[in-house]
C-alpha cells in the first residue's frame, strides 16, 4: 500500500515530465533531451533566490519563466533550423543533447556540482491514508498532476487554440494552408511543455535538493514514462507512463531491494515495448484492442 | 476579353520545382474576377505544384503570383491564407481526428475575431453541402470519400477568400458523387465565386470553367473554352491528356 502511494506520487512528477517531452513531440515530431534540464534550471534558480531571500512564490515564478525562455530558445536554437532545412531529418537528436550538456555544465559552473537547500514548502505535513502515509509535498504532486492532466485535455480538445494544435499535429502543411502559423503553434507548445516540467521540478524540488544533474535523471525517468504509456501518440498517455513507472520503481525498491529501481524501470519499458511497441496506451496496443468492439467484417 | 481589369489571380514566368529540378517552368495564367478555370494535364504535369505555388506550400523559384494585384510569391502559406486564396488540396488533407464541424471552423482561421460572419459561412456550407449538417459532429475519419470531399471544399470557402483552388476534387468519387461536387461547384460560380480548378476529367472541367489551361511537362501548352472543345477540341485534349 504504501509503495503503491509514493509511486503513485513520484509517478506524478515523472508523468508531468513525460507529458512535457510528449506535448513537444505531438506538435513537432521531435523530442527536446533538454526537458529535464529545463525542469532542473527551475529548480536550481528557485533554490537560490529563495536562500537569497526572495519570497519562495516570486522565486518559483521566475524559475518558471526561465525555463520557459529557455524551452523556446531550445525550439528556436537547437529544432527549429535544422526542421527549416529537412523537416524529416532527425538532426535534433544530437542538437537538443548538446542544448542540455550545455545547461547541464553551464548550471554546475554556476551552481558548483553539489546539492543546495530548496524551500521546504508542504514535505513537513503528514497525510495518512489507510496504513499509509505521505507527505504534503507527495499529495501536492498527485493533486497537480491530475489537475493539469485534465486542463491539458480540456484545453486541447475543447477551446481553439488547442484544435489548432490538432491540426498542425496532423498535417503541419495544411494547418499552414488555413492560416495557422506553424512557428507560433510550435513556441507555444514549447513553452507549455516547459511550465510541465518546470512545476515537476517544483514539486519534488524539496525532496531531491536542488542539483544540477538532476536534469538527466528525471529526463530519463520522463522519457521512460513517456515511452511506456505511448506518448508519442498522445500526450495523456505519458502521464499514466509515468504513474506506471512510479508504482513499478517504488515496488522494485519496497519488493526486491532498495537499489532495484536502478534498473526495474528499464526491464518494464523493454518488456512493454515487446509487447506494444508504441507503449501501453497507443492505438495499436493489444490493451487498447480489448476495450473496443470487434471491427465489422466488410 | 477582361484584360483590361486587374485579374483575381494573375501568375507570370512561374517556374518552381522540388530539389535540384523545376517541375514547373514558365508558367503564365490568369482568372478574372467571377471566373471559373480549368488546369487540365496528364499525371506529373505540374498541376498540383502550380496551385500549390499560388497557396505558398512550394516556395516560387522564379516569377510572380498576383492575388488582386498584390504579389504573393515568397509569402508564407499562413499569410496568403488570410483571405487571399484557399485551397481544397490533392488528397482532401481533413484534419482527421477533428469533427466535420471544427473541420469547417479551422478553416475560417482568420475570421475568428467575426464570429457572426463565421456563423454565416458556416451555414451557407451547411446549405451548399446539407449531408455535412447532418453530420456536423461525427469524426470525419468516419465520413465517405465523397463526404470527406465535401469537407474540404467546406473548409476552404469557410476562409471566404479571393480565389478558391482546387486540386482534382473529382478524383476517386462515385459518380453519384462527382455529380454533387460539381452541382456545387456551378452554384460558387452562380454566387460570384472566382476559381481555378485542376482536373484529369474534361467533362468536369468543361461543365464548370469558362476557360481551360493545359499543361505537360511543366509547362502551358494550349488554352481552349469549353465551345471549342466541343467543336472538335476534344481528340487535341486527348492526346495531351494521353
Ligand atoms: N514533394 C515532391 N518532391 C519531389 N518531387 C515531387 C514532389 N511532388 C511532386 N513531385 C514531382 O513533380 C512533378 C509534378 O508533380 P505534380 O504533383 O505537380 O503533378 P500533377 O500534375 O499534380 O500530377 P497528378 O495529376 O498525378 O496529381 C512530378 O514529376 C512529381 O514526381
Ligand atoms: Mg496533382
Known amino acids: 500500500m504504501q509503495f503503491i502511494l509514493s509511486g503513485i506520487a513520484i509517478g506524478s512528477i515523472y508523468g508531468l515530465i513525460a507529458m512535457a517531452l510528449a506535448i513537444t513531440f505531438y506538435v513537432t515530431r521531435t523530442i527536446n533531451f533538454a526537458q529535464g534540464q529545463l525542469m532542473m534550471v527551475t529548480v536550481m534558480l528557485t533554490a537560490m533566490l529563495s536562500a537569497a531571500g526572495t519570497p519562495v512564490w516570486l522565486a518559483m515564478i521566475i524559475g518558471l519563466v526561465s525555463s520557459c525562455i529557455l524551452g523556446v530558445l531550445s525550439y528556436l536554437i537547437a529544432i527549429r533550423p535544422i526542421l527549416q532545412v529537412n523537416r524529416f531529418s532527425f538532426g535534433w537528436l544530437v542538437s537538443t543533447l548538446g542544448f542540455a550538456v550545455i545547461l547541464e555544465n553551464g548550471a554546475a559552473l554556476i551552481w558548483g556540482p553539489t546539492s543546495r537547500s530548496f524551500p521546504q514548502m508542504l514535505i513537513s505535513y503528514r497525510v495518512p491514508i489507510g496504513n499509509a502515509v505521505l507527505n504534503g509535498q507527495q499529495v501536492l504532486a498527485i493533486v497537480v498532476a491530475i489537475v493539469l492532466t485534465i486542463a491539458f485535455e480540456v484545453v486541447r480538445r475543447r477551446t481553439f487554440f488547442g484544435k489548432l494544435g490538432m491540426a498542425t499535429a496532423v498535417d503541419p502543411d495544411m494547418a499552414e494552408a488555413i492560416g495557422a502559423n506553424t512557428t507560433v503553434v510550435a513556441i507555444v507548445a514549447f513553452i507549455v511543455s516547459a511550465l510541465f516540467a518546470g512545476i515537476a521540478g517544483l514539486l519534488v524540488g524539496p525532496t531531491t535538493f536542488a542539483n544540477p544533474y538532476l536534469g538527466s535523471t528525471f529526463g530519463t525517468f520522463g522519457f521512460i514514462a513517456m515511452m511506456i504509456g505511448g506518448g508519442t501518440e498522445k500526450p495523456v498517455a505519458a502521464m499514466f507512463g509515468g504513474l506506471i513507472l512510479g508504482v513499478c520503481a517504488e515496488g522494485a525498491n519496497a519488493l526486491i531491494n532498495s537499489q532495484a529501481s536502478d534498473w526495474f524501470p528499464f526491464l518494464v519499458l523493454v518488456i512493454i515495448l515487446i509487447i506494444s511497441p508504441r507503449g501501453l496506451f497507443s492505438s495499436s496496443s493489444p490493451l487498447m484492442r480489448l476495450r473496443r468492439p470487434p471491427a465489422a467484417k466488410a | ?242
Do not use: W
Not at chain 2, 134 to 141: I, L, N, P
Not at chain 2, 150 to 177: K, N, Q
Open chain 2, 1 to 242: 476579353m477582361m484584360s483590361n481589369e486587374t485579374p483575381i489571380l494573375e501568375v507570370s514566368n512561374l517556374s518552381t520545382g522540388y530539389g535540384r529540378f523545376d517541375v514547373v517552368r514558365d508558367v503564365q495564367l490568369r482568372v478574372g474576377t467571377g471566373e471559373a478555370v480549368a488546369l487540365l494535364g496528364p499525371n506529373g504535369a505540374g498541376k498540383t505544384t502550380v496551385l500549390n505555388a499560388i497557396m505558398g506550400l512550394v516556395k516560387v523559384r522564379k516569377g510572380q503570383i498576383f492575388i488582386s494585384g498584390k504579389n504573393m510569391a515568397g509569402l508564407p502559406a499562413h499569410r496568403i491564407a488570410r483571405g487571399h486564396a484557399a485551397i481544397a488540396p490533392e488528397g482532401r488533407r481533413l484534419f482527421l481526428d477533428q469533427s466535420v464541424e471544427d473541420n469547417l471552423i479551422l478553416g475560417a482561421l482568420h475570421l475568428r475575431r467575426d464570429q457572426d460572419r463565421v456563423r454565416k459561412l458556416l451555414d451557407s456550407v451547411y446549405e451548399l453541402f446539407p449531408v455535412l449538417r447532418k453530420y456536423r459532429d461525427r469524426q470525419s475519419t468516419y465520413l465517405s470519400g465523397g463526404e470527406q470531399q465535401m469537407v474540404a471544399i467546406g473548409r476552404m470557402l469557410m476562409a471566404d477568400p479571393e480565389i478558391l483552388l482546387l486540386d482534382e476534387p473529382s478524383v476517386a468519387l462515385s459518380p453519384v458523387a462527382v455529380e454533387i461536387v460539381v452541382k456545387a461547384l456551378m452554384e460558387l460560380r452562380r454566387r460570384g465565386a472566382s476559381l481555378l480548378l485542376v482536373e484529369q476529367r474534361i467533362d468536369v472541367a468543361v461543365r464548370v470553367c469558362s476557360r481551360l489551361y493545359v499543361m505537360t511537362h511543366g509547362e502551358i501548352v494550349d488554352e481552349m473554352t469549353p465551345e471549342q472543345v466541343n467543336q472538335g477540341g476534344m481528340s487535341i485534349l486527348n492526346k495531351y491528356l494521353g
